[in-house]
């Protein structure tokens, strides 16, 4: 077993109970009733919002690089904020990343979000070995309420975000493809993303972690490309378990061809480490668990599979 000595991740304060929430769009545009909605929930919970000034939308992009670059980087440099939650995915973050200015010794922000958020959490955990939280987002989860259809599931949210326990586990709701028993360092997120990071500077280093992968509307035969890549490219080599998602919308083009799970089985099994398949984690329509990037964590791949946080991903406030 490939054995090395795990980085020492940069930890968040917690995001407590009336702390401030910068809500950023980095990529493509909210739709603005279910951004509305998305805020109601948040302060529901106790949390205080912020928007960013309004940008107008570029095509696919939320505004222009220039406007998204300057609110992304306002947001990560307040020092009144708690957290910065982006309000949806799509398409753009990518762009900014070799434009970040930041200033040394910046102290951390909790980022939050998940689809093209994963470039941004791939860039501040490679460059800066900042924890963040592939999470809720708020107008593609907070806006469907606690425990609903495409919403989020408040406990793990809360656990990852408010430093409420050392350790606590997430029941996955999946199935074991391979069993087993695997610790390591949790990192991912989806996969179509995490595999235009290889040859970028902040292309994940996957070895001694645990790596989830999620994504939906890929046909059977994309996620067999983008696993074979990242195969070929040796990005499972050293890895110790694996997490996936449910993959919605990604039904096989004909009946009888193969499905999204024979996939990562074919691909996968034999790379003989722990694998579950089936979490709602990222793009799911199951309420969405809140996943900390950059922590140590144990895989127990058998029954419905069982994952363990075995540290908090932020820091407790003084």
């Not at 509305?36 to 928007?51: D, F, K, T």
């Not at 993303?193 to 970028?200: D, K």
């Not at 035969?221 to 378990?241: I, N, P, S």
Request: a positive charge; aromatic letters at 6%.
């Amino acid at each position: 077993m490939y054995t090395r000595a795990l980085p020492i991740p940069l930890k968040p304060p917690a995001l407590l109970s009336g702390g401030l929430v910068r809500v950023i769009s980095p990529a493509s545009p909210a739709e603005r009733d279910a951004l509305g909605r998305g805020i109601a929930e948040l302060e529901r919970l106790g949390y205080r919002v912020r928007m960013g000034s309004a940008m107008h939308p570029d095509g696919y992009f939320a505004g222009s690089a220039l406007r998204r670059k300057a609110e992304l980087e306002s947001a990560l440099r307040d020092s009144d904020a708690g957290a910065v939650i982006c309000a949806r995915g799509g398409y753009g973050s990518a762009a900014l990343l070799d434009q970040i200015r930041l200033p040394r010794g910046l102290k951390p922000k909790l980022l939050v979000g998940y689809s093209d958020v994963t470039m941004l959490q791939a860039y501040l955990w490679t460059r800066l070995r900042w924890t963040s939280l592939q999470g809720p987002m708020v107008a593609a989860n907070w806006n469907h309420g606690a425990g609903n259809r495409s919403g989020y599931d408040l406990a793990s949210f809360l656990n990852a975000a408010g430093s409420q326990h050392d350790s606590w586990s997430l029941a996955l709701d999946a199935e074991a493809l391979s069993h087993g028993e695997a610790s390591g360092l949790l990192l991912g997120g989806c996969i179509s993303l995490l595999e235009t990071t290889l040859g970028t500077p902040w292309e994940f280093d996957t070895r001694g972690s645990i790596l989830f992968l999620e994504d939906r509307g890929l046909k059977p035969y994309q996620l067999d490309r983008l696993l074979l890549h990242l195969l070929q490219a040796g990005k499972f080599r050293g890895v110790r378990g694996i997490v996936l998602g449910d993959f919605p919308d990604c039904e096989a083009p004909q009946e009888g061809s193969f499905s999204v799970r024979d996939v990562c089985r074919r691909i996968l099994v034999p790379l003989r480490v722990p694998i579950v398949f089936g979490a709602p984690i990222g793009h799911t329509q199951r309420p969405l668990l809140t996943l900390p990037i950059g922590v140590r964590a144990r895989l127990r791949a058998a029954g419905e599979g069982k994952l363990e946080i075995l540290e908090p991903a932020v820091a407790l406030q003084e």
